[in-house]
């Protein structure tokens, strides 16, 4: 059974960045695309970025040009890099792939 870890989140003002990990057990990182969503407070989970097995990558729009998603596969690790953070990416932050998620990371942008 995989199992996906997320870690990194937290408080950050409005311009800063974080940098989030997701840690999945066994070596799919780079066999299977990995995604990551976002879930602010009462909202629905949307899509936030992907990376192919290939390691070609897709963002939402509101996210392009400020976050980056990467992956290490000798750490089995996949990574969501975030600058220029904006209130509105206030959310909870998931890692996922084959419908496995994570439990999930707090990234709360404010001043």
């Known amino acids: 059974q995989v199992q996906l870890v997320e870690s990194g989140g937290g408080l950050v003002q409005p311009g800063g960045s974080l940098r989030l990990s997701c840690a999945a057990s066994g070596s799919i990182v780079s066999t299977l695309a990995m995604s990551w969503y976002r879930q602010a407070p009462g909202k629905e989970r949307d899509w936030v970025a992907t990376?192919?097995?290939?390691?070609?990558?897709g963002y939402v729009d509101s996210v392009k040009g400020r976050f980056t998603i990467s992956r290490d596969i000798t750490e089995n690790t996949v990574y969501l890099q975030m600058d220029d953070l904006k209130p509105e990416d206030t959310a909870v932050y998931y890692c996922?792939?084959?419908?496995?998620w994570g439990q999930g990371t707090q990234v709360t942008v404010s001043s």
């Open positions: 996922t792939t084959l419908s496995i």
């Open positions: 990376i192919l097995t290939t390691g070609m990558t």
